[in-house]
């Protein structure tokens, strides 16, 4: 893991470079936001990523999750574009380990596919929690709507819950 960890690390400007020409392309919302700003969001993300990899604590994650959501939503995205973003690391990071174990003296098949199942596990955690975090949100805001309509409607003396509609 230790290993994994150095790679993502050596290999972070690579790796950001390579998310920063994919993601727009791929998932064309990204292509709203300006450059500088994606770039800072992997950044973000990468770090959080690598600090549940390791120590298998979420809380950078979750931290940036709910700074995400509340920028993403305020921003029209949807999950799905979102996620997308997110699940492109390991489509732009899985050739760059395959060429790291390709040249490995040894069992280079079996480090790669350990390599890949730590990744994609850390992944789905990852991707997990996001969609928590930003159903999570999603639900506080509505709730938040729903509260303040009922405020309004008890001052304009409107109850809500005698209201019937008859079909003709």
């Keep these: 893991m230790i290993e994994l960890y150095n790679f993502l690390e050596n290999n972070r400007t690579q790796i950001i470079s390579a998310l920063l020409t994919r993601i727009p392309k791929d998932v064309p919302a990204y292509s709203r936001v300006a450059r500088n700003d994606l770039k800072q969001s992997l950044e973000y993300i990468l770090e959080a990523y690598t600090d ?74 990852s991707v997990s929690l996001l969609v928590q975090v930003w159903t999570d949100y999603v639900k506080s805001r509505a709730a938040e709507h729903n509260e303040y309509v009922d405020e309004e409607n008890k001052q304009l003396g409107v109850d809500m819950s005698k209201f019937i509609l008859f079909r003709g």
């Excluded at 120590?55 to 993403?72: I, P």
């Excluded at 490995?104 to 994609?120: F, P, Q």
Aim: proline share 1%; glycine share 6%; net charge positive.
């Design 52 to 125: 549940l990899l390791v120590t298998g604590d979420d809380d950078s994650q979750k931290t940036y999750f709910k700074f995400l959501a509340k920028l993403r939503v305020s921003q029209s995205f949807k999950l799905g574009d979102v996620l997308h973003e997110h699940l492109l690391l390991l489509a732009v990071v899985r050739p760059m380990i395959q060429a790291k174990f390709r040249d490995h003296a040894g069992d280079g098949l079996a480090l790669y596919n350990k390599a890949m199942d730590v990744l994609e596990r850390t992944q789905f955690q």
